[in-house]
């Protein structure tokens, strides 16, 4: 066997590690690869012109930013924080926790674009987490603020990640039932997206628990 | 129908916007990493597979070099912000929630109701064509109750679009690499090596080796989708299935989770992990990874221990 196109992954790893600019390190690598399986330049050239156009689908999402951009504008993050400011007792802790639950459960109804990142983060969860820190703890040192808006993307990441399984008519399942099917075993998307629960609870158990200690090392820092 | 190429029309619409603001902004670079992007989207389906390929050799030259900029448009200040905030109250989050809203309700609508059949959406399209419908109601609702100047949303658009950056098309760059992979035969040579270095006899590593090479495919490729048909065929069905009598939905469902906890650990799953660190403008381009990564190996765990339990214990 041909082991050579392998080096196409040494590339990204390395790339990455030695931190490239990503776009560059992405084309030398399937360059490289495609070069060493044995197809000709031209061929690899072509091969990655029409993926790339194939999946423009992709960057069609970025015709939101004007409308997140002029809602900034007139304080739409200012607006998150001050309803955050306003209820009694909310924690960065809290609100990311209900964030997790509310993610999981939209997610595995099938409401998938209920969330995400341009959306709901950036204008609303992470202005809404960071106020909660700063009501609980005071002003944040520019090193947790970074921190604690990380974790409202990693918790919206989570909250999608391991709740839309449980839904039936999600591409994975597909998937794995397409797969499953071509080797002779037929499953119902319904066996197989029952296997998720058990996982999704795991995860809200695990990045709950964690959100929590991220919550209470602020604290301590900031005493 | 509505298809996809009419959004390709509007999204290559907006990038030229983009592109002509950058040019009157005297940033070259940008003017013509927008611009060409611009150009993928107005006519790449009538362009051939080599041009589109020259295409993204200049976008990626562009952005390798260092031409692409911040860029810094006109806007309010935090005290404006602060007094619009009071001034309008909670009715400003209403724009922002038209988009899913539209989206969730619309994709529902579309599919229970005999809307379906009517044809007007092309098929398993729906979604990303109503959330586009919502940007567009959103900002016009938003234009003509807030009144702000004429370009002001599109140069808002723009200090968003240039502090993501390169970023921003990284999520495309990398369905394209894993096209490319998939044609050198890169899955194959994988599932053969994790095929070969399986222990005899022992279900608990079995197990073990396929949820790690769930994980760490899914890692190099930056999607479980590509990682799952390679390990069901290397491992899940030969060994686990058929070998040792597994249960396949437990070892399907449960496998591609695992996977799903590789996503969460590496930067090639950008739209996930990346672009988020450039939207928060975020210091360390790998924080969110960071956050993750504590979740992610924990979990791992316990998907493991989930398929072992109900793959085997309780099924046989």
Partial sequence: ??????????????????????????????????????????????????AFNDNRYISVTWIILPVIGLLERYGLQQRARAVIEGIRGATMGKLLTIYLLFRQITAALGLTSLGGHPQTVRPLVAPMAEAAAEKSHGELADEDREKVKAMSAATDNI??????????????????????????????????????????????????WRIRSLDRRLGRAGA | MITYEWLYILTGGFFLVWSLLSLRDAKWGNAAFWGLLAASFLFGSHLSDFANGVLVLALVGIAGLGLLKRSDPATTTLEERQAHSDRLGNRLFLPALIVPLTAVAGTLLYNYTPLSESGLLAERRETLILFSLGTLIALTSAMLWLR????????????????????????????????????????????????????????????????????????????????????????????LVEGYGGNPAVIGAVGMLAGFCGTLMTPMAANFNIVPAALLELKDQNAVIRQQVGTALPLWVCNVVIIYVGAFLLWS
Wanted: hydrophobic share 65%; proline share 6%.
């Fill in chain 1, 159 to 208: 909250g999608l990640f391991f709740g839309e399984d449980i839904f039936f008519a999600i591409a994975s399942i597909l998937l794995i039932q397409g797969v499953f099917e071509s080797y002779g075993y037929p499953l119902t998307p319904l066996q197989l997206s029952v296997w998720a629960i058990p996982t999704a609870i795991c995860a809200f158990i695990i990045h709950g």
């Fill in chain 1, 1 to 50: 066997m041909n082991y050579w196109p392998l080096a196409g992954i040494a590339i990204v790893v390395a790339g990455f590690a030695l931190r490239f600019n990503p776009l560059l390190v992405v084309v030398t690598a399937a360059l490289v690869t495609g070069v060493l399986a044995g197809l000709d330049l031209v061929a690899v050239i072509e091969a990655l012109g029409k």
């Fill in chain 2, 148 to 239: 702000p100047p004429v370009l002001a949303a599109a140069e808002e658009g723009r200090r968003l679009l240039d502090s993501i950056g390169w970023a921003g098309i990284l999520p495309q760059m990398l369905a394209a690499l894993g096209a490319v992979f998939a044609l050198a035969g890169v899955g194959d040579i994988i599932g053969g090596i994790a095929g070969a270095i399986i222990p005899d006899g022992s279900i608990f590593l079995t197990v073990v080796v396929f949820a790690l090479g769930m994980a760490l495919f899914t890692m190099i490729m930056g999607n479980a989708f590509a990682a799952f048909p390679v390990m069901a065929a290397a491992i899940g069905i030969p060994l």
